[in-house]
């Protein structure tokens, strides 16, 4: 019995040299890496963990949030060193680059200045600048009115395009012509891009002034030689009945349908604008295509 009580009390004694050796173990740990972090003065040195000895490079970042199409101003930038493995490698570093320029995607203060974010204006009045990415500008005649409207669709809209094609076949045995009606949609959720040569506005145009030096604003941008539809839209002697096309942003496929239907005789096919409610953008639901028995009620 003697023996076993001894032995216990060597086993329990070790277990005592373990635990004061992991102790230490632990407060030599934290003394690292309280040593380690008192190293990081916040003057770039050592940043992300980088080597200290890395080179710097000056970039320009943002010292507030500047919002889509506003005016970058000195006071909106500063100057910092970063190493330049961080430096992203379009940021511009000469206020010259930046200061003046507008705003084409939401900046955020911290955020270092890149090229492409930042615009003289130069060309923004181009169609090619409107097309979202991913999809094509087309334009479809516009024979009456009534097919957009009363012309009263205006660009930055967004509409529906519905087919509507009357087809009348004759059968070859008896001589009979039936006729066969049907409308369907063939494009959803689209943008108007133009009416006539009246271009949706994406940023603000600066160098338009008028004689007091106020920004001329209007609704729309003009494409160079539009002429008489150069005009304000919202001035009450302009309307759009003069416009000769519409110009929708569509994928290519959409581009195809709406092609075909808009090549086609007027007493054959015609297409309609559908002017959809300001922020709705939810699908169509439900039936899209309607043949004339559906609409006269006609069961099978």
Known sequence: MSRTIAAASGSSG??????????????????????????????GEGFGGLPADESTVSVLVLTKNVEVGEVITDDMVTTRNLPRSVALPSALNDRSQIVGKLATAPLFQGEQVLQPKVTTYEGQN????????????????????AWIVGGLVQPGDRVDVMAIITLVTTDPLTGDEETRAGAGIIAENVEVLAVSQQIIKSIPNTDVMTDDGAEAETGTDTAAGAGDFAKDPTEEAESYE??????????????????????????????????????????????SQWTLNDILGVKQ
Do not use: C
């Open 14 to 43: 070790r277990n005592r040299g373990v635990l004061m050796l992991a102790a230490l173990f632990g407060i030599l740990s934290a003394a690292l890496v309280l040593a380690f972090l008192s190293s990081q003065d916040g003057t």
């Open 126 to 145: 181009t169609l090619s600048f409107k097309v979202p990415n991913g999809m094509r500008a087309l334009s479809v005649m516009v024979p009456h009115e």
């Open 242 to 287: 003069k416009s000769v096309s519409v110009t929708l942003a569509v994928t290519p496929e959409q581009a195809a349908y709406i092609g075909v239907v808009d090549a086609m005789r007027d007493d054959v096919a015609q297409y309609r604008l559908l002017v959809r409610q300001k922020g709705d953008d939810s699908p169509l639901t439900g039936v």
